[in-house]
């Protein structure tokens, strides 16, 4: 290992270890507004620098959250530039990942049909690196507006093609899927492109991340679009241990029961009756958060550190959107609380 591969692994777990502890979690979910969020965040955790001079007292949630999504892409980039080897491929998937969670924002936004602009949350620090033109899609109303706002950038052929007549809905799951695949396919390339020791302890924590994904879009598609065969095999992502044989018998099934049975039977799919939750994303991101600590605390890949870091930052953020809206709608913190992942 090279003292540069050290240094990332040094940086990463020094960084994982200023994380939000329980402690931080229960004084959150106590406060009583936004503003009280954010000022104990301030004084009392590793976001002290997130907010630069802007004012607690009346902060709006979107703005909130777009200088805590600021915040953490930066501590990633800065990640990045210590390891040479992978960390100008993993700023890309960090950006493009951006890119994808605002078009699936957006994309959910109008098939809900409510009457309200979109605001884009991506830090300023993407919005310089994106190909999106997002000042056209914050003026976004329709879907056909919407495809001609992205029609330059590399998504824009692959979304193009929703653009008929016989959705009556536009097919978020279908699409996300779809951009995922083009997302795994660059950082797949990466990998293989870095060591080999490197590559065999990454790809395992990717695979794990992509068959847990295949597995949770099997049992929506089949649960809330009562789909065929065919269809729901178009929403795999091609990567992955899970063998086709393994995938084909999932997408045959005829329960979601049959699914979970299936999937228990894999090496991956044994956390599935060791993890307790109460809805699929909770599963998938529960299954993310238990193997990237796990790497944190046992990899000696950088990369593989790198890339689970940047997971963990990811769940921290979600468990602080959580807290942020309930602060917002005032919403009683027994039922905030066990949307937390820590």
């Known amino acids: 290992m090279t003292d540069t591969s050290y240094a990332v692994l040094a940086r990463a777990k020094a960084k994982y270890g200023k994380r939000l502890k329980e402690n931080d979690y229960k004084a959150l979910l106590?406060?009583?507004s936004v503003?009280?969020?954010?000022?104990?965040l301030k004084s009392n955790t590793h976001y002290i620098n997130a907010f630069g001079e802007a004012n607690e007292r009346g902060m709006r949630r979107g703005l909130f959250e777009s200088l805590l999504?600021?915040?953490?892409?930066?501590?990633f980039d800065i990640l990045c530039q210590y390891e040479l080897s992978v960390g100008e491929d993993v700023s890309k998937y960090v950006a493009h990942k951006t890119e994808i969670n605002e078009i699936i924002r957006i994309l959910t936004m109008l098939n809900s049909k409510e009457k309200r602009q979109y605001n884009f949350t991506v830090p300023r620090h993407i919005a310089k690196k994106t190909s999106i033109n997002l000042n056209a899609l914050a003026k976004v109303e329709t879907f056909e507006q919407f495809l001609e706002a992205v029609k330059k950038t590399p998504y824009g052929k692959l979304l193009a093609k929703y653009n008929s007549a016989e959705y009556?809905?536009?097919?978020?799951?279908?699409?996300?899927?779809?951009?995922?695949?083009?997302l795994y396919i660059e950082l797949y390339k990466a990998i293989d492109n870095s060591g080999e020791a490197e590559s065999k302890d990454l790809k395992a924590f990717l695979d794990s991340i992509v068959d847990y994904r295949n597995?949770?879009?099997?049992?929506?598609?089949?649960?809330?679009?009562?789909?065929?065969n065919q269809v729901v095999k178009s929403h795999i992502i091609p990567f992955g241990s899970l063998k086709p044989s393994v995938i084909d018998r999932m997408c045959n099934a005829e329960t979601s029961q049959q699914v979970y049975d299936i999937m228990a039977e894999t090496r991956t799919g044994k956390l599935v009756d060791k993890i307790e939750y109460d809805n699929l994303d909770e599963l998938e991101i529960k299954v993310k958060y238990k193997k990237a600590r796990h790497n944190m605390y046992y990899s000696d890949s950088s990369s593989t550190v790198m890339i689970s870091y940047i997971v963990l930052c990811e769940i921290e953020l979600h468990n602080l959107v959580c807290i942020i809206e309930g602060a917002r709608y005032n919403v009683d913190k027994s039922i905030i609380e066990p949307l937390l992942v820590y």
Do not use: G, H, W
């Not at 999504?69 to 501590?75: G, S």
């Not at 009556?168 to 995922?180: A, D, G």
């Not at 597995?215 to 065929?228: G, S």
């Open 69 to 75: 999504r600021q915040y953490q892409i930066n501590e």
């Open 35 to 40: 503003s009280d969020v954010m000022s104990y």
């Open 168 to 182: 009556k809905q536009i097919p978020i799951t279908e699409i996300e899927s779809e951009l995922y695949t083009m």
């Open 30 to 32: 106590n406060c009583e």
């Open 215 to 228: 597995f949770l879009n099997i049992i929506r598609i089949k649960k809330y679009y009562d789909a065929d």
